[in-house]
Structure formats: structure tokens, C-alpha cells
């Protein structure tokens, strides 16, 4: 795969770069003040050509191509800092972002390989990792408590957990999806899965470089929510809470939504009395940029984190809006041997030195992307002894099974 997109273009109705102008957050551009806010807050604006401000200079200026003969889009990592500093409200990582990428990807002459790789495997299984579908459910026997998945029980349930790629395979996301399901059982909710059913809801080729990709995963997977009756979902990866919530709106889901983390702080008083064990640990709690600058969920990781027993939470200098961005996000997950060869530091190299810094034992974490992102990091940085990285739901399921 070069210049060519794995899937058909989006419909008409979205905007492109040829009719922004028609749409209203296209024609904000032009409220633009050139204050550089964005490209000051970008965490690989100093690796770009063209950092953000200057983009919707040349976009204004009619010289947009030189924007996509340089390599400076593979290097936004979709993180929403420009967007959550912008004065006038320019929707940079959500709409003109992507369509720069879609853009620039017919003129680049290859996209980085593991990328690539990463997207086909996407469009060809489901999943980033390349794992067959039938393997999705396969941690589940080793839960503990009984899951149930709706093709085998198609009865209605309450709550449709849609548990992801990452949480689905990777070991240590596994990890993550045992703690959850032990707290939901806990918690008496009527809960079920889709199993070898579910595929990745698409928002990292949204916000990558395949929205052809994203449109037929979105289509595919909302095929799947209609064989069923569910009243809410709930997910464990920031990304795919994006998508349902952003865009999977405009083809009819109309479910009430939730992320693992505001999901279980909403039952904290009935979690609390479960959480018995004293962990007695310093924790820090990173902002993913998903959940935080996006939708705004500083609080509830913290409240969790914060109830349970001999938990004793420290904070990053960087936090909530400020919060440093892992890298892996708008492809970035799939970018690290590309930025290195660029001579660009690693986004979550630089936020384990800020957390180890606190002098924490833990870096809490609430996206899937971030435990392998992180942990690699702390290997790599020689931070092993110091710092573990633990998701929310698990450091909640130890306490609870103390
Ligand atoms: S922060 Fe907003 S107004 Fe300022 S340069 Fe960037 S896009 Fe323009
Ligand atoms: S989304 Fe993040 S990485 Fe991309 S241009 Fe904006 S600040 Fe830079």
C-alpha cells in the first residue's frame, strides 16, 4: 500500500479540503488570529515544518500543498492540545487534521511500514495485531467470574461492554479486561460482550489516515449493535468512546455511553465498601488525551484512585489539559521506529521521566494504548525498580480482592 487508501472515500456529505469552506468549522479557519497557541502546546511542533499555526496559514494561502509534500502530518499524534488551547475554537485535531492526512497520504510516496501494516491488518481482521476474530473472547475463561457474550445468549441485557482490541489481546490489556469484568460482576451489573463479533471501532484510521477504513468498521460494527437489545455501552479504550460519541451518532447510535472509568465512578458508594485491601502505594494518574482534553474526564479516574485504601495520589507538573500525550494516538502507536529514525524523542519516554519524578511506585493509566506504551518506556529507561504501570480497574480489583 503507497499512495492509494485501503477503502472508498467517505460520503459527500462529510467535508473535504475541496468544500471546507461550505461547512461551519471550516470556514472557522478563517477566525484564525496566527496567535501560535497551537503550535506552541503541539509535543512534536519543533519536529514539524509545518506546525499546526503554519498550516492554516498555507491553508488560507492557497499553498496547502507544500503542506502535504512535507512529512510533518505523520508527526501529529491527535493528542487535542492545539484544539483545547485554541482561542477560536478551530476543531484541529477532529476535522481538519484527518482531511490533511487523507490528503497528504496521495502524495506520500509509502506510509512508514509498521503503520501500514497496522492498518491492513485492521481492515483485513478486525484488529491492529493481526489476531484472528476467533481468538477475541479467549481471555475470558480465565476471568474468574462468568461473561456473558451475546451471540451465544442473545437475551437483552442492560450494559453492552465493548471491550476492544487492545483489551482483547494484548497480555497485559487482558489484564485490564479481568480487572474489569471482576468489578462489574462485584458490582451486580447486567452485563454482556460481543465476543468474535466486535471489531475495532475505527478511530485511529479516523484520525490516521484511512476514514474509507474507519466508515467500514463503523458500518460494520453498528450491523452488529442492531442484533441486539442493549441500553447503554460501555468501553474500556478512549478511542472507540470518541468514535460512538463523535461519529457513529450520524449513522444511528442512539445508545447511552460510557467509558470503564466515569462508569465505575458513578457506582463508587456501592464500590466503596468493597475496596477492603490497604495498597499503600504512591499513585500518579496520567490524563489520557481521549479522556481528558476531549471529553473531560479529569476527575473520575482520580475519585476512583482516590477511594481506595492507602492510595495516596500525586500529580504530574503536566496534568488534566496540560497533560503530556503518550504518542499513540492518530497512528502514532504504530510511528515509533519512523519518529526514531527521524531522530525525534519518544512522546511516552517523556512523560515516565516526568512521573517518576513524583517519586510515585505507580502510574495509573485508563486507555489500553498506554500500558504497552508506558511499560516499554520504563524498561527502556531503566525505571523498573521505581515505577510499575497499573491500570485504574486493576489497582480497584486488587483492593477489592484483597
Ligand atoms: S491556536 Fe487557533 S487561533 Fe491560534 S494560531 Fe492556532 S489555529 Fe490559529
Ligand atoms: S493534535 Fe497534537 S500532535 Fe496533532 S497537531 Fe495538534 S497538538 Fe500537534
Redesign the pocket.
Known amino acids: 500500500m503507497g499512495a492509494s487508501a485501503l477503502c472508498p472515500t467517505p460520503p459527500a456529505a462529510a467535508p473535504t479540503l475541496e468544500n471546507l469552506f461550505e461547512f461551519p468549522e471550516g470556514r472557522r479557519i478563517l477566525t484564525c488570529i496566527q496567535c501560535g497557541a ?1 503550535a506552541g ?5 519543533e519536529a514539524m515544518d509545518y ?2 499555526r503554519r498550516i492554516i496559514a498555507m491553508l488560507r494561502a492557497g499553498l496547502i500543498e507544500k503542506v502535504f509534500q512535507s512529512d510533518s502530518l505523520l ?9 483545547a488551547k485554541c482561542p477560536r475554537d478551530i476543531r ?2 477532529e476535522v481538519l ?1 484527518p482531511l490533511m492526512k487523507e490528503q497528504a497520504l496521495v502524495n506520500l510516496p509509502e506510509l512508514p511500514a509498521e503503520l501500514q501494516k497496522a492498518l491492513q491488518n485492521t481492515l483485513r481482521y478486525g484488529n491492529p495485531m493481526g489476531e484472528s476474530s476467533r481468538k477475541r473472547a479467549a481471555w475470558v475463561p480465565s476471568a474468574g467470574v462468568p461473561i456473558r457474550i451475546l451471540h451465544e445468549n442473545p437475551a437483552p441485557v442492560e450494559v453492552l461492554w465493548f471491550v476492544e482490541c487492545y483489551t482483547s489481546y494484548y497480555p497485559r490489556g487482558q489484564d485490564c479486561s479481568r480487572a474489569t469484568a471482576r468489578l462489574f460482576h462485584a458490582l451486580g451489573i447486567d452485563f454482556a460482550i460481543l465476543g468474535n463479533e466486535e471489531k475495532c471501532a475505527g478511530e485511529c484510521g479516523r484520525l490516521t489516515w484511512e476514514p474509507g477504513l474507519f466508515e467500514t468498521l463503523m458500518d460494520y460494527n453498528m450491523a452488529v449493535f442492531q442484533k441486539y437489545r442493549f441500553q447503554r455501552v460501555v468501553t474500556s479504550c478512549p478511542h472507540a468512546h470518541n468514535a460512538f460519541k463523535n461519529r457513529y451518532t450520524s449513522i444511528g447510535f442512539h445508545y447511552d455511553l460510557d467509558h470503564t472509568t466515569p462508569f465505575l465512578a458513578r457506582h463508587l458508594e456501592r464500590l466503596k465498601p468493597l475496596l477492603k485491601r490497604w495498597l499503600d502505594l504512591t499513585v500518579t494518574y496520567h490524563d489520557s488525551c481521549c479522556l481528558g482534553r476531549q471529553n473531560e474526564f479529569y476527575e473520575a479516574p482520580r475519585e476512583l484512585l482516590r477511594a481506595i485504601p492507602g492510595v495516596k495520589l500525586v500529580e504530574m507538573t503536566h496534568n488534566r489539559v496540560n497533560a503530556l ?1 503518550c504518542g499513540g494516538g ?1 497512528g502514532g502507536m504504530w510511528l515509533d521506529t519512523y519518529y526514531k529514525s527521524r531522530g525525534m524523542d519518544r512522546l511516552s519516554e517523556r512523560r515516565i521521566r516526568e512521573a517518576a519524578a513524583t517519586g510515585a511506585a505507580v502510574l495509573a493509566i485508563s486507555c489500553p494504548y498506554e500500558v504497552s506504551r508506558f511499560e516499554d518506556a520504563v524498561k527502556v529507561m531503566g525505571f523498573e525498580k521505581q515505577l510499575r504501570v497499573r491500570d485504574v480497574t486493576e489497582l480497584l480489583a486488587e483492593s477489592m480482592e484483597g
Not at 502546546?41 to 511542533?45: E, K, L, R
Open positions: 497551537c502546546t503541539c509535543p512534536y511542533g506546525p499546526p508527526a501529529c499524534v491527535a493528542c487535542y492540545a492545539c484544539m484541529l485535531t487534521l500525550c492518530g
